[in-house]
């Protein structure tokens, strides 16, 4: 199992919102099977890239690379969704005192 455990966790939102360290192949293929929305290119390619993953065929840098794309794309990145978050309450904030 540790050659499937990523050098760094993806941090994602999940379901309500909460948020979600995924710190490994089986993790990432597990939220791309559960996946809700809409299944792209990009969901297939990561999906593709943890099944190659499990089968010790890829690395497991390789399937975390097409996850973090994935969730990227999807706008649910921690980070990045707490940034435009952010942004969001700024712009509010700075229309209120105009």
């Given at each position: 199992m540790t050659d499937l455990r990523f050098n760094n966790p993806v941090?994602?939102?999940m379901g309500l919102?909460?948020?979600r360290d995924?710190?490994?192949v089986l993790e990432a293929y597990d939220v791309l099977l559960e996946w809700n929305g809409t299944r792209d290119d990009d969901h297939a390619a990561a999906?593709?890239?943890c099944r190659d993953a499990i089968a010790r065929m890829q690395p497991a840098a390789q399937a975390r690379e097409a996850f973090q794309r994935f969730?990227?794309?999807k706008g649910i990145l921690t980070e990045e969704a707490l940034d435009r978050a952010a942004?969001?309450?700024?712009?509010e904030w700075g229309q209120l005192g105009a």
């Open positions: 941090s994602i939102f919102g909460f948020p995924v710190e490994n999906i593709a890239t969730v990227h794309n942004l969001t309450v700024a712009q």
